[in-house]
């Protein structure tokens, strides 16, 4: 049911009833013509006099003498106190940490109040907070009950004045706890206790008390009376529109509660003060008693549907005719049938109603016009603006829509319905006369195509042919499609969308299999790549499944030959995507990453771009040493020597084939990797790679340093020999910390278990989850025995002893030093055993061991070798000038880390001293540099260095002269090399790219002198070991410079060519397309003459090369430029009407023409002199051909626009707003400024007249911050 909403006259009058005066007042003035305008004081009423305001006290001061209210502050303070006696928490020793504290804190994020505590001299608690009013009373009621002691007490007042102690949804009882900061529990209605119980302090407890006892005695005062009267007299009671209760409300203090007429009640609810609510009910009774003696009825029958007119709105009517003539009328309920209408009042005054009923029955009347339901909506109108002509003019008019119902309801006054119907009806004659429809039957599934992507089909049919098409929803599987609108119109749309339909039923649907993964890939960034694909095959529609279904099917829809075409292009995309997704992994050693990386990711990068792969290094605190190579087989390969001929340069990388049966090759890697890894962990971290899984190869590659190569090449023999005869495996179970004292130090334990059976014993690697597990693998009797003497060995760990050994105290700090490092170090070796210092400050030698009977002997024996160190301990000098001990320390100090693990030694770097001015070195040369250049020096003694040389080396003495050595090897040593200087810029690179690279490469320094110099001299700081490599580098780098040097004068060949610059556009080609081609094929530099240089010769381009390609590439322009000569130009006279149809969307409907005829069509330019010349370039036969061809374009685009211009005569002309009179703007009578006053118009552009409000007063900002 659809309907149009009407204001009528009464609802008029009650909205306009609500207005102020001065509001009807504007409204009026409005109303008025502009010749009437009005006064200067109505139109800017003056503000009020502070001399006068006492005086006109009385009358009203216009439109400014609304008192402005002060604004209250949002935020407020209370300080609430807390007598120590009833304080919860009185530690005074966790003041500010306690639980107090918390308590606090919790109040503060609850409430969102401020809370601040201090102490009182009596050991009371101030509480001061701060927020809005009702954040602090919340807050003051959390303190209260959780940081206060709490009393409770009963409180008894009668069970009917309980809810007036709880209120109205229960706001008086929050307001009163929030109050009092009480509990107040009032007991539930079928419960017969009158006992209301609070808890809280004893000051809130008092002060609810009094409350609660307030409103019980307010209520005693009141009373309450039920007087019974029938209901037909209770609107007499009541009076019209209620005035006759309100003045006994008003004049008695008593409420009146009479039942509402829908309500089936007889008892009217008197509440007030006893004495006043007497006489309320008195004067009730004596009007009900008058009432009953003196009305009489009569009951006559009206129509129905007429009994809404006699009531009318809001029971207006009712009340109209009860104040003007005394008599109630009574309406049977809508839902009674009945149509007995009852008057009850005094027998004279009935005629009077009588006539007043029927006259509103008859004031309205209801009719009805037949429309076809499918001209309803041109009826309404765009927005309901054809009705609102209607309605406007007779707003009592009612009209009503029944959606699928021929007709429209009409109802209102009589005369008025009359003039809508008429009016209806014509508009229903007019539409029906230039109005049609159609319905065509098209299959449902086809819908979503005929509405097009966010309807733009649907829209463009619409628009095109302005008929509305209804497209029933997906949800009713109907086919039926309905086209409203002109009648030439509706069968153009009729025929396009079948022929639509028509073109889909002959359509193909075409399923892809194309795996999930690569369709965010084929879809692109932001579905820029699926975009190129519907824009290569626009009639295909391509559907992707959802994510979430996880399918492979890719939807294709369109023509056979395009679906087919799209699916081929799909494929070959698919293909390469999979060619470019194979991925293989190399095991580097971690040491070599930085290498392979290069300084800011040099390296990685030149070896992804060459290789064009995707290459992913583990992260640098990963414990692997896989990186992961992903792109084109053939180019993964590649790349995977690259990165493997970089390891072997580095290092002493031997690579070994082993030549295993297939078919072995899963027993020998075993689950998860186990078995392979303990040989790779064994053999000093080597890396042995399987080929790929049904491959059939049997080579096994080791990779790794020679005699660790060599090791694992044995071990890996012979454990495949043993899978061949005959394979058995154990599994032992045993503690984790027992592993490594089972391993033994450097693995020698479990080899000579090993060694004396013959069986391989496999411990759990740290990803493994079973971390006890040991396997044993072998030959059974081998394994057998292996097991014996493994289980042997944990059987005596499970029996714990307790010993002790006495070591010197003066010992003892090195063991417990560094969180006790040294003994976390021996319980991890030898199975868990726990070693126990005296106490420090105590005396006592006496050390204790717990643990395993051999692994306390063990740790005995390790502990006695550290004190024998710590006694044989000496202190070496190693003098190393201070400038190169960066450099000796090497990166993150990893080389003298290195030498520290290696000889077992500690060493101690000197402080750095920052300026040595008085103690000055003899000038030495580093980097090509005299460091003591411009300045005196004074001689040293060379037999005393200076102790910011001194590095200390702590250990025993042969560990310490080794380790010295070790250091002096390590000081840096410089070399120079002769380098044209000429050639050094190149050396050098693109911001220092090319020497920043060689040496990262050699791991050394190399110094160029300044430009201002012109030096040949480079000089090379590093290690003794890499000065040769650098060297002989840097001498290899200078001879390619070389090379590219004589190559660079060959490529600078220049040759010229004298071309007219007519044809200079034609050679550079659509967006340089001939001329780039020219340059890439003949690998030369073109240069054309710049046309804003006067002094250059315009005719003249410029070829730069090899002599060869050069001569080749002027062959190449000279052709070029003989075509051109050959061909002729023709200006052809076609209707500019046309052009944009023969251009096409963005040119390619002329790109298509110029590209079949093979010639050059130029279109006048906007505001040229002739707009239809259009001129045609090409070869003769080829211009003539284009020509016929346009024209015969022209001829049948002329056709149409033709027709579409005779059409255009028919058409209503865009209604354009006729010209106003310029406006006089806002006019005002009696003004100041008017001719009989000698006050001027105010000046607008005066500051002084209107002076501005001034900028915007930056607020004052504290030193401490914002006040809280």
């Known amino acids: 049911m659809s309907s149009v909403a009407v204001l009528t006259q009464e609802s008029f009058a009650e909205h306009r009833s609500g207005l102020v005066p001065q509001q009807i007042k504007v409204a009026t003035l409005n109303s008025e013509e502009e010749s009437d305008p009005p006064t200067y004081k109505d139109a800017f009423p003056p503000l009020p006099e502070k001399a006068a305001c006492l005086e006109s006290a009385q009358e009203p001061a216009g439109a400014w003498s609304n008192k402005i209210r002060p604004i209250k502050a949002s935020v407020i303070t209370q300080v609430f106190h807390v007598p120590l006696e009833e304080r919860k928490y009185k530690d005074m020793n966790q003041f500010g940490e306690g639980e107090q504290a918390k308590i606090c804190l919790e109040i503060m994020q609850r409430t969102g109040a401020h809370l601040e505590l201090s102490l009182a001299k009596d050991q009371g608690l101030s509480i001061m907070v701060s927020g809005k009013l009702d954040a602090v009373m919340k807050a003051r009621k959390d303190i209260v009950a959780r940081l206060q002691t709490q009393a409770s007490a009963t409180v008894t007042i009668p069970k009917e004045h309980h809810r007036f102690v709880i209120g109205k949804n229960g706001e008086k009882l929050q307001d009163l706890e929030l109050k009092t900061a009480t509990k107040i529990q009032i007991p539930r209605p079928d419960d017969p206790s009158n006992q209301i119980k609070i808890t809280g302090t004893k000051e809130g407890i008092e002060k609810a008390r009094h409350e609660v006892l307030l409103i019980s005695a307010e209520q005693d005062k009141r009373a309450v009376e039920r ?74 029958e009206v129509k129905k549907s007429q009994h809404k007119y006699v009531i009318g709105p809001k029971g207006n ?164 499609i309905r086209i409203e609108g002109d009648p030439q119109g509706v069968q ?100 070599f990453h930085k290498n392979i990386i290069g300084k800011g990711g040099a390296n990685i990068k030149k070896i992804r771009e060459e290789s064009n792969t995707k290459i992913d290094l583990p992260a640098e605190n990963s414990n692997s040493e896989t990186i992961v190579i992903t792109g084109k087989r053939a180019n993964c390969e590649a790349a995977r020597s690259r990165i493997l001929s970089i390891q072997k340069d580095l290092a002493n990388i031997a690579e070994v084939e082993v030549s295993i049966p297939a078919k072995l090759h899963n027993s020998l890697i075993g689950t998860k990797g186990r078995l392979i890894r303990s040989i790779m962990e064994e053999c000093g971290g080597v890396h042995i790679h399987f080929p790929v899984e049904g ?11 020679s005699s660790d190569v060599e090791k694992a090449k044995k ?40 060694d004396s059976t013959g069986a391989r014993i496999i411990f759990p690697a740290a990803e493994d989850k079973d971390q006890d597990l040991i396997t044993i693998i072998g030959k059974e009797d081998a394994v057998r025995e ?220 190399i110094h160029v002198p300044a430009p201002e110099l012109q030096s040949d001299t480079i000089a090379i700081t590093g290690l003794a070991a890499n000065l040769d490599r650098a060297k002989t580098g840097l001498l290899d780098r200078v001879k390619e410079l070389q090379a590219e040097q004589e190559d660079r004068a060959l490529r600078s060949f220049k040759l010229s060519v004298t071309v007219d610059p007519k044809y200079h556009p034609k050679i550079i080609g659509r967006k340089g397309a001939v001329i780039t081609q020219i340059r890439l094929e003949h690998e030369v530099n073109i240069q054309f003459p710049d046309k ?18 050069t001569e080749a590439a002027r062959d190449a322009i000279l052709k070029i430029v003989g075509e051109l000569e050959q061909m002729v130009s023709e200006d052809v006279p076609l209707d500019h009407r046309v052009h944009a149809r023969i251009i096409g969307a963005r040119g390619k409907a002329i790109r298509k023409i110029m590209d079949e005829f093979k010639v050059d069509i130029r279109f006048p330019q906007s505001g040229a002199p002739d707009p239809n010349c259009v001129t045609v370039t090409g070869l003769p036969e080829n211009v003539e051909e284009a020509i016929d061809h346009i024209l015969n374009l022209e001829e049948e685009y002329l056709a149409d626009v033709v027709d579409s211009e005779a059409l255009q005569v028919y058409m209503k002309p865009p209604a354009h707003e006729e010209s106003k009179a310029p406006s006089k703007g806002f006019v005002v009578r009696d003004a100041p400024w008017t001719s009989n006053s000698s006050e001027k118009a105010p000046d607008m552009s005066s500051s002084e007249e209107f002076p501005s409000f001034g900028a915007q007063v930056a607020p004052k900002t504290l030193p401490w911050g914002p006040k809280r």
């Open 492 to 591: 153009q749309a009729k025929r396009e969308l079948l022929e639509l339909a028509s073109r889909m039923e002959n359509e193909r649907t075409k399923d892809l299999i194309i795996e999930q993964r690569f369709h965010r890939t084929i879809i692109g960034q932001k579905g820029e790549r699926i975009r190129e694909i519907r824009d290569k095959f626009p009639e295909v529609i391509i559907n992707f499944p959802d994510p979430a279904q996880k399918s492979d099917i890719v939807q294709l829809r369109g023509p056979k030959n395009e679906v087919e075409k799209c699916t081929k292009y799909m494929q070959k995309m698919v293909a390469d995507l999979v060619e470019n997704s194979y991925s293989i992994s190399v095991p580097i050693f971690k040491q």
């Open 227 to 300: 007087l019974e009267v029938e209901k037909a007299f209770h609107p007499f009671i009541a009076g019209p529109y209620n005035r006759l209760v309100g003045e006994i409300m008003q004049e008695t203090g008593t409420r009146i509660n009479i039942p509402p007429p829908s309500v089936n009640r007889t008892e009217i609810v008197f509440t007030g003060e006893k004495e006043q609510l007497a006489q309320a009910v008195a004067r009730i009774k004596k009007i009900y008693e008058e009432k009953k003696k003196k009305t009489t009825t009569i009951a006559v």
């Open 786 to 1005: 292996a097991q014996k003497e493994l289980e042997a060995l944990i059987q005596n760990l499970d029996n714990v002893v307790e010993d002790y050994m006495l070591v010197d105290p003066k010992h003892h700090r090195h063991f417990v030093i560094r969180r006790g490092q040294v003994l976390r170090e021996i319980a991890e070796e030898y199975g868990g055993v726990m070693v126990s210092f005296p106490r420090s400050g105590t005396q006592s030698d006496k050390v204790t061991l717990k643990g395993a009977k051999d692994c306390v002997e063990a740790a005995k024996k390790r502990i006695q070798e550290i004190i024998e160190d710590l006694e044989a301990q000496v202190t070496v000098e190693c003098a190393i000038p201070q400038k190169f001990h960066r450099s000796v320390m090497g990166p993150k100090g990893s080389r003298i880390q290195q030498i520290t693990r290696d000889y077992n030694v500690q060493i101690k770097f000197p402080d750095r001293e920052e300026n040595p001015v008085h103690s000055v070195e003899p000038s030495i040369q580093e980097n090509g540099e005299e460091a003591g250049e411009g300045r005196e020096t004074k001689e040293t003694d060379p037999g005393s260095p200076r102790r910011c040389d001194i590095i200390i080396i702590s250990g025993r003495k042969e560990k310490c002269e080794a380790a010295k050595e070790a250091l002096e090897a390590l000081v840096p040593v410089t070399i120079e090399v002769e380098v044209p200087f000429d050639l050094h810029r190149y050396i050098i690179g693109q911001k220092g790219s090319g020497i920043r690279k060689m040496m990262d490469e050699f791991e050394v320094n």
């Open 695 to 705: 491959s059939g190869s049997d080579t096994v590659v080791i990779r790794g340093p």
């Open 1092 to 1109: 804003d240089d006067g002094n250059q010769p315009q005719d003249q381009i410029t070829i730069t090369g090899y002599e060869k390609n």
């Open 715 to 754: 071990q890996l023999l012979h454990l495949a020999e043993e899978k061949q005869t005959k394979s058995f495996t154990v599994d032992i179970r045993a503690k984790p910390e027992y592993h490594k004292f089972l391993i033994g130090k450097g693995g020698g334990k479990i080899r000579k278990v090993r």
């Open 317 to 480: 009517s009712l009340q109209e005719i009860l104040e003007r003539t005394g008599v109630s009328v009574e309406i049977p309920p809508s839902d009674s049938i009945s149509e007995t209408v009852i008057l009850r009042g005094e027998p004279e005054k009935l005629g009077q109603a009588l006539t007043e009923v029927y006259a509103k029955a008859n004031s309205f009347t209801v009719s009805s016009v037949s429309a076809p339901s499918w001209l309803h909506r041109f009826i309404i109108g765009k927005k309901g603006q054809n009705l609102a002509k209607i309605t406007q003019q007779m707003p009592k008019v009612h009209i009503e829509f029944t959606e699928g119902e021929d007709k429209i309801t009409l109802e209102g006054p009589t005369e008025d319905v009359s003039v809508a119907q008429e009016q209806i009806e014509g508009m229903v004659k007019d539409l029906i006369n230039r109005m049609d429809y159609v319905e065509i039957n098209i299959d449902h599934k086809f819908h979503r195509h005929l509405i097009g992507k966010s309807g733009a089909n649907i829209n463009r049919i619409k628009d095109q042919y302005k008929v509305s098409v209804r497209i029933p929803p997906d949800s009713e599987k109907s086919n039926l």
